[in-house]
């Protein structure tokens, strides 16, 4: 390919509404345009890197023996209605209708669909199946921001198997966890495995391979002993055992009223009334599927909410407003307890408290009276609690749940997704193959996805320095850049096409910049874009009939005579390909 040629328009200035090191210069590089919020045009280059990132998850995915198929984009809505998916969804399912007035979706995941296509098996000895696809999701993403990493428009590689069992689900998932490990490798991307919520999809076994980079939205708490690791919705700790023996707490017969004047918070609490975050009870008001619950922690404990959802299965779930809360409890936040805490027409509310108030003794929470508080709770002699849950965040510096070293934490980007989705859909479809015994056997799915775009993006994100981005070789849009510094000088542009013949020749991916600007231009340029190897050709090096080899990413340079370019090329991406395999 050729430069002059080639749609590359990169830019001098970084855009100003750019702040991910990846929008920023996968805009400035010429890989990407924006059309409106979360949607965006691949140019050449950008579409060069996709297809190189899809050859690599399509050969690990036939790999461990999976079929590539393709599914339709627009569904009818009557298969999300059967899942139960419909109402679920909520407002990021983009819904429409045809000219009849029939109800479709565009899909944003599709398990609904596959499953559709499964319910023809017949047989366990169809079993088990793999089957992925490379398609465009559409979702409508709320606050799509940071470029390629959260848009409402992308192509997912989503994979789902059907096992005839447990045991054999085991089997398959293993097979794509090892994939996806390969993958992010081969893509250089430090992945991460952590354990992750399942969300709306359900299941079990989720994980996720998370990209560590500050621009990223998850958190994942992780041990630098022992390796575990988990997103912040799922992570637990070790917590220090706290004594409530008659010693050290006021222990009473019953709990006890007293005056709290002006106190709104946990901290007004702990410092006017020698009451320790530790010894508070935080009650919380939530709406489950519209049910006024009673949601407990500890007072120094902040609540990760999606912990909330796994633990109740709740569909809707929000935070009770001040006037819902006045009319439910007779208080305001700040005096909110569970400690006789009734409904209008006498009933308990339900309560679900977190595993780190499990017997304790000598605790103090609001009395429902604005004002006043309670002291000498016993957790469970008092409250009735209706679910233990682990409810709480865990934050850095707690201790490992695996090896009692202190927890770390760091943001990341999730790449992709793995689960074992269980028989929800073998369930509500209908699937049904006979078994070993002739008797009906409902296959078990497992689900596997990977963002592709946001899978370039966090390539970026991890390789860029100053000048740049530093592609790995593997995806990089070309290998090699062959710069032809004096164009207008025939001796040297003849050298740097004859090189550039020869490296084609020579089977290496390689674009020739034969533009009549400046040397300096074409630097900044080949730097910017990222391609790994630059061979420069200029009057100084022709006379001594030689060219630079540059290596992109630690900036060495090496003088490397014509007739032995491309030779001294392969082994130079041969080195740099090892290193991610």
């Not at 991910?20 to 990407?32: D, E, F, K, M």
């Not at 495995?193 to 621009?215: L, R």
């Not at 013949?501 to 340029?525: C, M, N, T, Y």
Request: charged share 25%; glycine share 10%; proline share 6%.
């Amino acid at each position: 390919m050729r430069w002059s040629k080639m749609h590359i328009p990169t830019l001098r200035d970084d855009p100003a509404d750019a702040g991910a090191p990846s929008h920023r210069l996968l805009l400035r590089a010429g890989y990407i345009r924006q059309l409106m919020a979360g949607h965006y045009s691949l140019l050449p280059l950008g579409q060069r890197v996709r297809l190189k990132v899809i050859g690599i998850i399509r050969e690990e995915m036939n790999g461990i023996g999976a079929q590539e198929i393709l599914m339709p984009v627009m569904h009818p809505a009557e298969l999300w209605v059967k899942s139960g998916r419909w109402d679920l969804m909520g407002e990021e399912m983009f819904r429409l209708k045809d000219r009849k007035g029939a109800d479709l979706v565009l899909g944003m995941t599709h398990e609904e669909i596959v499953s559709t296509l499964a319910a023809e098996l017949e047989s366990y000895r169809q079993l088990p199946q793999m089957w992925y696809q490379f398609q465009t999701k559409l979702r409508d993403e709320p606050r799509p921001k940071a470029g390629l990493m959260r848009t409402r428009e992308f192509t997912m590689k989503d994979s789902y198997t059907f096992d005839l069992g447990p045991a054999e689900l085991d089997v398959s998932f293993d097979a794509h966890r090892g994939a996806y490990a390969r993958t992010f490798e081969r893509l250089g991307i430090p992945a991460i495995q952590a354990q992750a919520s399942n969300g709306t999809m359900g299941g079990s076994d989720s994980i996720e391979f998370v990209c560590p980079a500050p621009t990223g939205e998850d958190l994942v708490i992780h041990c630098p002993g022992c390796g575990y690791a988990a997103n912040v919705e799922r992570a637990t700790s070790r917590l220090a055992r706290l004594d409530d023996d008659s010693e050290r707490t006021s222990l009473l017969a019953a709990p006890e009223p007293f005056a709290t004047p002006g106190v709104r918070t946990i901290e007004d609490l702990a410092t006017g009334h020698q009451a320790p975050a530790e010894r508070q009870i935080k009650t919380l008001v939530y709406f489950l599927d519209d049910t006024l619950t009673l949601v407990l922690l500890r007072g120094d404990h902040p609540l990760h909410e999606q912990k909330l959802v796994d633990a109740t299965g709740a569909v809707s779930v929000r935070p009770a407003q001040p006037d819902e809360i006045r009319e439910a409890l007779g208080a305001l936040p700040g005096s909110l307890g569970a400690v006789g805490a009734v409904s209008a027409s006498g009933g308990a509310y339900p309560v679900i408290a977190d595993e780190a108030l499990r017997g304790r003794r000598g605790m103090y929470t609001g009395a429902n009276v604005d004002d006043t508080h309670l002291r000498g709770v016993d957790v469970e002699r008092d409250i009735a609690v209706g679910v233990w849950a682990d409810l709480r965040e865990v934050v850095a510096g707690e201790l490992c749940v695996s090896c009692g070293q202190p927890l770390e934490a760091e943001r990341g980007i999730e790449v992709g997704h793995i689960f074992k989705l269980g028989y929800k859909f073998s369930d509500t479809i209908g699937i049904s193959v006979s078994g070993p015994d002739g008797k009906p056997v409902r296959p078990i799915m497992g689900c596997y996805g990977i963002g592709v775009e946001r899978a370039m993006a966090s390539v970026v994100e991890v390789h860029h320095d100053a000048k740049g981005i530093t592609w790995p070789v593997a995806i990089a849009p070309f290998e090699v850049v062959v710069v032809i510094a004096q164009q207008d000088d025939t001796a040297v542009a003849d050298a740097g096409e004859k090189l550039y013949s020869a490296l084609l020749g020579a089977g290496v991916e390689v674009i020739v910049d034969d533009r009549p600007v400046r040397a300096g231009v074409k630097f900044s340029d080949a730097e910017l874009v990222g391609i790994p190897f630059r061979v420069t050709v200029g009057k100084r090096g022709l006379a001594s009939a030689s060219a630079e080899l540059t290596d992109r990413a630690t900036g060495s340079t090496v003088q490397v005579p014509l007739d032995e370019v491309p030779a001294q090329v392969r082994e130079a991406l041969a080195q740099a390909r090892a290193a991610h395999r």
